[in-house]
């Protein structure tokens, strides 16, 4: 595999994982405006 499809797919994989792991996890709210801010970008 090259490498920028490896990255692609593993970025969508901790994206996935952080999507359902997340809301399990108390998370600061600097952690969150971040998120929040990315979530807005797609």
Same mark, same amino acid.
């Given at each position: 595999? *090259? *490498?920028? =499809? #490896? !990255?692609? $797919? %593993? +970025?969508? @994989? #901790? @994206? =996935?994982?952080?999507?359902f +792991? #997340?809301? !399990? %996890?108390p =998370?600061? &709210?600097?952690?969150?405006?971040?998120? &929040?801010?990315? @979530?807005? #970008? $797609?």
């Amino acid at each position: 595999m *090259k *490498k920028p =499809v #490896l !990255l692609v $797919f %593993t +970025l969508i @994989g #901790l @994206g =996935v994982a952080a999507y359902f +792991l #997340l809301p !399990l %996890t108390p =998370v600061p &709210d600097y952690i969150n405006a971040v998120i &929040d801010r990315a @979530g807005r #970008l $797609f």
